[in-house]
T-cell receptor, first 113, second 111 residues
Framework: DAGITQSPRHKVTETGTPVTLRCHQT?????MYWYRQDPGHGLRLIHYSYGVKDTDKGEVSDGYSVSRSKTEDFLLTLESATSSQTSVYFC????????????FGSGTRLTVV | TQLLEQSPQFLSIQEGENLTVYCNSS?????LQWYRQEPGEGPVLLVT?????EVKKLKRLTFQFGDARKDSSLHITAAQPGDTGLYLCAGDQGGSEKLVFGKGTKLTVNP
């Protein structure tokens, strides 16, 4: 069992439309993260959550919002998608002891046309 | 400015060769981790090193944490095609709930 799932796996959307990506975990971990991965930039943190309704911005948060109403779900919303947001998005979870590392989802490939 | 610099960025070798990839920083980390990512999947944790000077072995992979806890290396002995992937290092600076990632080394092992 994966413990963390992302949906959808692939999405194509038009510029200007809102898009929501979902991350679901069954590990009851406190911390959840959204990253985007782009060639030449590596993994960049968008937003993260340290508990239900507790979220904070990462280094590339402009144009993105998040919500966490339940421990198991962390939603990432692109308020008005732009072509620069074409990327692969990864969700990660952590129990809080960072030396145990993150568990990543399989990613969502988003294309904005 | 990238907090963790990985080198080389790309590496293409023949099966059976040895290789080393590096992860360097001017900052001190409480721990450093190595992940491997295969195409179409998320990164998977390989190892965490915590103590300065620590060496950990995972079959043909040897991980080392620098004495000053600012750098790390990954050495692969007798590389196999199954080792192909993107290798990422990540650091925990302590006092934060976030890891800092390097940009990765893309390794290709040719049969």
């Amino acid at each position: 069992d994966a413990g963390i799932t992302q949906s959808p796996r692939h999405k194509v959307t038009e510029t200007g439309t809102p898009v929501t990506l979902r991350c679901h975990q069954t590990e009851n971990h406190r911390y959840m993260y959204w990253y985007r991965q782009d060639p030449g930039h590596g993994l960049r943190l968008i937003h993260y959550s340290y508990g239900v309704k507790d979220t904070d911005k990462g280094e590339v948060s402009d144009g993105y919002s998040v919500s966490r109403s339940k421990t198991e779900d962390f939603l990432l919303t692109l308020e008005s998608a732009t072509s620069s947001q074409t990327s692969v998005y990864f969700c990660a979870i952590s129990g809080g002891a960072l030396n145990y590392g993150y568990t990543f989802g399989s990613g969502t490939r988003l294309t904005v046309v | 400015t990238q907090l963790l610099e990985q080198s080389p960025q790309f590496l293409s070798i023949q099966e059976g060769e040895n290789l080393t990839v590096y992860c360097n920083s001017s900052s001190v980390f409480s721990s450093l981790q190595w992940y491997r990512q295969e195409p179409g999947e998320g990164p998977v944790l390989l190892v965490t090193v915590v103590t300065g000077g620590e060496v950990k072995k995972l079959k043909r992979l040897t991980f080392q944490f620098g004495d000053a806890r600012k750098d790390s290396s990954l050495h692969i002995t007798a590389a196999q095609p199954g080792d192909t992937g993107l290798y990422l290092c990540a650091g925990d600076q302590g006092g934060s709930e976030k890891l800092v990632f390097g940009k990765g080394t893309k390794l290709t092992v040719n049969p």
